[in-house]
């Protein structure tokens, strides 16, 4: 059984970083772990994601040299550490995971089959 529990969201001004955490009971290596952020109106929009049993990860363009995943195997946890944030990523930001197939990390909600309830990152002007 996989439970994702995500943390670490929060108010914060523009230019601040936050450190979002997601604990993933119930990981193995035959998945991969993603973040996706879903604004108000918006739809669920791909920010990264890793394969659990190791290798780089995989950033929507966008994102690229702002956002970073990074996982922990001792305390089962994948983080998304955000900077430069803007009002532009105000959003609920999710964690997912999804059955690893070859190398590919998948970039839709599609590709996932669990996921955690959330954490609201909101940022001011």
């Known amino acids: 059984q996989v439970l994702l529990v995500e943390s670490g969201g929060g108010l914060v001004q523009t230019g601040d970083s936050l450190r979002l955490s997601c604990v993933a009971s119930?990981?193995?290596?035959?998945?991969?772990l993603a973040w996706f952020r879903q604004a108000p109106g918006k739809e669920r929009e791909f920010v990264g994601g890793?394969?659990?049993?190791?290798?780089?990860?995989k950033y929507a363009d966008s994102l690229k040299g702002r956002f970073t995943i990074f996982r922990d195997y001792v305390k089962n946890t994948v983080y998304l550490q955000t900077t430069s944030l803007t009002p532009e990523d105000t959003a609920r930001y999710h964690c997912a995971a999804g059955l690893r197939y070859g190398i590919v990390i998948q970039n839709t909600p599609q590709g996932y089959i669990h996921w955690g309830q959330g954490t609201q990152v909101t940022v001011s002007s």
């Open positions: 119930g990981i193995t290596n035959t998945y991969n």
């Open positions: 890793i394969a659990w049993s190791g290798g780089s990860a």
